[in-house]
């Protein structure tokens, strides 16, 4: 479990300097107006969109198998808005690790903040199932100022990044447990609370069951939720956050306990959990991480999805 990190002065070593550097603009313009914000991150995702012809062909393929029923001008647009928000995840990072409290609270507003504090009375341990939406970041800053709670990570390769993504997100939230400790993870919902953990990504063959995802049949899905939920017996609901299309901010949707989960089949949980996903997806489906090789793992003898 890692709470905030100590400086260390090599971080000032000159191999660091222009990451030193990125971050510096990066603070710079988040200083601006949010609405100067919001032009200036659709801004930046369109002109990113020709130096990211990989990841564009991986949204476009994403999006055309779990939505088949879509036209090719139908899915352009959605591309499109993806890369807006795409543009958008730069800023809300900035946002989210150097914005003052007060800043963050004027943007958003917060839906069903009972259903956690309900599913946590009598300090009760809440596996919080989040996705990958753009906003992610700022969302973890948002969940942190409304219940401060704890999240399952990925430490980062670069110590300096390292540094300022957990400083950045310890300004409102309690400690980042590294996503492959799952001892650590049952601990603290043993005693009491809530973890946020995204299972909607393709984390590889080890660990994962195929379950249907939209309309791809057999989309590799993380076991960690099924295993998590029988060792910990802890309540289990969904957090999302979505930029309003109005510019006007964003909305957190905190929905209620999810009680029919199938704690006892593997198979079942994976294909429950998807549906739970999906739904939370279709409230803003160009804000999600489309970019991600979802369906990259196979079952044996199936040729990959992206060729």
């Known amino acids: 479990m890692k709470k905030t990190p100590l400086f260390s002065a090599a971080l000032l070593h000159p191999r660091y300097w222009l ?10 313009l988040v200083q601006l107006p949010y609405p100067l914000l919001a032009r200036l991150g659709a801004s930046l995702g369109r002109g990113a969109r020709p130096f ?11 999006i055309a198998l779990c939505f088949p029923g879509l036209s090719e001008a139908e899915i352009d647009k959605l591309v499109v808005n993806n890369f807006v928000s795409l543009g958008m ?3 809300e990072t900035g946002m989210a690790w150097f914005w003052p ?20 009375h009598d300090r009760r341990g809440v596996m919080v199932v989040g996705v990958h939406f753009m906003s992610l970041e700022l969302g973890g800053r948002v969940m942190g ?14 110590p300096l990044l390292e540094w ?57 899905t993380t076991n960690g939720t099924f295993v998590l939920s ?19 901010g964003y909305k957190l949707i905190i929905g209620p306990e999810m009680t029919d989960y199938p704690r006892s089949d593997e198979q079942a949980a994976a294909a429950w959990m998807n549906q739970v996903i999906e739904r939370e997806i279709l409230r803003a489906p160009e804000q999600y991480l489309w970019v991600h090789r979802r369906f990259k793992t196979r079952p044996t003898g199936q040729g990959s999805l992206y060729v």
């Not at 990211?52 to 994403?62: D, P, T």
């Not at 999302?240 to 109005?246: A, E, H, L, S, V």
């Open 101 to 120: 409290d007060k800043r963050v609270r004027r943007w958003f507003d917060v839906q069903g903040l009972h259903h956690l504090t309900t599913a946590q």
């Open 164 to 220: 300022v993504q957990t400083r950045g997100r310890m300004r409102s939230n309690k400690a980042m447990i590294d996503r492959r400790n799952l001892r650590e993870m049952v601990r603290v919902l043993k005693h009491g609370e809530a973890v946020w953990f995204a299972p909607d990504q393709d984390y590889g063959p080890c660990g994962s069951t195929f379950a249907p995802f939209f309309a791809v049949k057999d989309a590799a």
């Open 89 to 91: 995840a730069l800023l």
């Open 145 to 158: 100022l409304c219940q401060p709670m704890m999240a399952t990570y990925r430490p980062h390769n670069n």
């Open 52 to 62: 990211l012809k990989r990841r564009e062909r991986i949204a476009r393929r994403n």
């Open 230 to 248: 029988r060792l910990s017996q802890a309540a289990m609901l969904t957090i999302t956050m979505i930029r309003k299309t109005d510019g006007s």
């Open 19 to 28: 990451v030193w550097f990125g971050l510096s603009a990066l603070w710079l």
